[in-house]
């Protein structure tokens, strides 16, 4: 082979190296643009869900008295919490993704929002799974322990307490200043904060807290049900109005089990990443921004949630929506199946009762003084 072509060789070489070279800067162009678009799209998405669907539990809760319980003041934290994420907490994510604030300060606040607003959750979630087990550990004195104002301190302590620990980097737990002239999370937020503080701390343990509690639930509510049935083969009406309440505070630890688990699934990878990171000094970004997009997520699922999950919520939005739909008559246009009902004009001795008293209305004879109550009854 001449020197010639050994040159022409080695020019060939060198061309398709800087080809492949081309290829692979395209290609990683072309990914690193996909999830930029995924990022915006998605983030936008989840944020407008979120405000929408929290803010009509939230909405549901204030309207109807039926919803106003004291287990339902713990959901309406949880969903003024995923309200924040959709309002505040992904805006704030967004801004720095761009870069923004350029000054170290306002790079750490917008970067511990969405870490406080996740403790707020994660101790709404505890808080509920406490206040079960009281109802199902001491059902007589339910009443007097779990009272608005006792839940108004809880929900006043939790937000406290896990606005705290969110802003704990403030307090100097973080990265410092660096050279650097955008703002990101990795850039400010320290990851042993995130992995040791966070996630292992004030994620994981309070995690195992709630699973502990809803499995002694369920131990509880079996257990009872078999000493109701051994110790009499034929329910006597008292303890069949025992065994309905067992069923109903089963069915509630059922639905709050679904809601932890959900949260956990949702959750769990962006910290396990995060652990991951910290261990090996490596990061998949496609994998972080798709954890990140689903720990999100959950805020905007946990409506539908409560709305599947829990009859009185489902009732109250359908009441709701008869309301908006009659205008401003007072006549339901829906009956408690959803179903279309006739209006039909009875004399009643009563004030209207509510949303829930639904059908015929017979007056009472003996009193003489009467009021026209509009109810619907089924076709």
């Known amino acids: 082979m001449s020197l010639m072509d050994g040159g022409l060789r080695d020019q060939r070489l060198i061309g398709d190296d800087a080809m492949s070279n081309a290829t692979s800067g395209e290609e990683d162009s072309s990914n690193a643009s996909f999830i930029y678009v995924l990022n915006i799209v998605g983030e936008m998405f989840i944020a407008f869900t979120s405000v929408l669907g929290n803010g009509l539990v939230l909405v549901l809760i204030v309207r109807d008295k039926q919803l106003q319980t004291v287990t339902n003041y713990f959901i309406a934290s949880l969903a003024a919490a995923d309200l924040l994420v959709g309002a505040l907490g992904i805006p704030c994510v967004l801004?720095?993704?761009?870069?923004?604030?350029?000054d170290f300060t306002g790079c750490l606040i917008v970067n511990t929002v969405i870490v406080t607003l996740t403790q707020i959750s994660i101790f709404g979630l505890l808080i509920i799974a406490i206040e079960r087990f009281v109802a199902i550990k001491e059902p007589f004195r339910y009443k007097e322990l779990c009272t608005g104002k006792i839940a108004a301190i809880?929900?006043?302590?939790?937000?406290?307490?896990?606005?705290?620990?969110?802003?704990?980097?403030?307090?100097?737990?973080?990265?410092?200043?660096?050279?650097?002239e955008t703002c990101s999370f990795t850039a400010v937020i320290d990851l042993r904060y995130m992995v040791y503080c966070v996630?292992?701390?004030?994620?994981?343990?309070?995690?195992?807290?709630?699973?502990?509690?809803?499995?002694?639930?369920?131990?509880?509510?079996?257990?009872?049900k078999r000493q109701?049935?051994?110790?009499?083969?034929?329910?006597?009406?008292?303890?069949?109005?025992v065994t309905q309440s067992l069923q109903r505070e089963t069915k509630a630890?059922?639905?709050?089990?679904?809601?932890?688990?959900?949260?956990?699934?949702?959750?769990?990878?962006?910290?396990?990443?995060?652990?991951?990171?910290?261990?090996?000094?490596?990061?998949?970004s496609a994998c972080l921004v798709l954890a990140i997009l689903l720990s999100h997520a959950n805020s905007a699922v946990n409506p539908l949630l409560y709305a599947y999950g829990n009859a009185k919520f489902r009732a109250a939005l359908l009441r709701m929506m008869g309301e908006s739909q009659s205008g401003s008559s007072d006549v339901d246009l829906f009956?408690?199946?959803?179903?279309?009902?006739?209006?039909?004009?009875?004399?009643?001795?009563?004030?209207?009762?509510?949303?829930?008293?639904?059908?015929?209305?017979?007056?009472?004879?003996?009193?003489?003084?009467?009021?026209?109550n509009l109810s619907p009854v089924p076709e």
């Open 154 to 180: 809880c929900v006043s302590v939790t937000w406290c307490f896990a606005t705290v620990i969110g802003l704990i980097p403030l307090f100097g737990w973080n990265l410092g200043p660096t050279d650097q």
């Open 253 to 284: 630890a059922k639905w709050f089990a679904i809601v932890i688990l959900v949260f956990t699934l949702c959750w769990l990878p962006i910290h396990i990443m995060n652990a991951v990171s910290l261990a090996t000094s490596k990061t998949c």
């Open 335 to 372: 009956n408690g199946r959803g179903t279309p009902s006739r209006p039909s004009i009875t004399l009643s001795a009563y004030s209207d009762p509510g949303p829930a008293v639904r059908g015929f209305s017979r007056p009472d004879p003996t009193n003489p003084s009467f009021h026209f």
């Open 95 to 102: 801004v720095a993704w761009h870069g923004y604030p350029r």
């Open 228 to 241: 109701i049935a051994c110790a009499q083969p034929n329910p006597s009406p008292s303890n069949l109005a």
């Open 199 to 224: 996630f292992l701390g004030f994620v994981l343990v309070p995690l195992l807290c709630m699973f502990v509690i809803y499995g002694y639930i369920f131990h509880v509510v079996r257990k009872q």
